[in-house]
């Protein structure tokens, strides 16, 4: 049974989403033609010289941030299949029975590729994708012997991220704006706590679509 995707976005998510976007391309404009001017131009202009650490970041994560996204999250794809293991019919079969569930339920297919890892995870479980796939790791701090108590949990954790898969919240825009945001936007600022609640309640969404 196909779930209904529309109760999975959040109304807001992609008008905010494209005025954030066109925010940071006139922002990431602006520092390139602050830094093209020279330091001359910027000492003229003492209230933009004090955000001079920031405009410097800017300039370079407009000329570089593009390239550096898909180059590190074809690396990030290399270093996971290196160092974790995959799961299939075979191994772990209840998890990927979970993770096959799911991905009909939402006619997702090919299916994304599945990890175990013992890695440093910020987080229980982790959607990405890359150039060739799509992919999400699991950790291994979560595994017993006896997995029956822990299969609802996983249920929830990777019913969480093909959601992020499927509503393209792992793609690379949107994992370039969120970097640029977190590395330049380090202050809890008001146009942040409609995003904040956003992805909060897109998270609750994804997981009673899927249950």
């Known amino acids: 049974m196909r779930s209904d995707e529309s109760q999975l976005r959040h109304p807001a998510e992609r008008p905010l989403f494209l005025a954030f976007a066109v925010l940071n391309v006139l922002l990431m404009a602006a520092a390139v033609f602050i830094i093209f001017k020279g330091s001359d131009w910027l000492r003229a202009h003492p209230r933009l010289a004090e955000y001079r650490g920031r405009i410097r970041v800017f300039a370079i994560a407009a000329v570089f941030g593009v390239p ?3 180059f590190l999250r074809n690396t990030r794809h ?3 299949r290196g160092k974790s293991i995959a799961l299939s019919p075979q191994q772990l079969p209840q ?3 979970i993770l096959q569930r799911h ?3 939402l006619g997702i297919d090919p299916l994304p590729e599945l990890y175990v890892s013992d890695m ?3 987080q229980p479980a982790r959607a990405y994708r890359s150039w060739k796939c799509d992919h999400i790791v699991l950790s291994s701090k979560f595994l017993q012997p006896n997995l029956q108590p822990m299969l609802p ?3 929830f954790w990777l019913g969480r991220e093909i959601g992020r898969l499927r509503l393209e919240h792992a793609s690379w825009a949107t994992e370039f704006l969120l970097s640029t945001k977190s590395r330049i936007c380090r202050i809890r600022c008001a146009a ?3 995003i904040q609640k ?3 309640e897109r998270f609750w969404r994804r997981k009673a679509c899927l249950a």
């Open 68 to 70: 550096a996204i898909v």
């Open 78 to 80: 290399a270093l996971v």
């Open 95 to 97: 998890i990927y029975a």
């Open 103 to 105: 991905c009909e339920r």
């Open 120 to 122: 440093n995870m910020a």
């Open 153 to 155: 949990v996983f249920a």
């Open 192 to 194: 942040c706590s409609p």
């Open 198 to 200: 956003i992805v909060t």
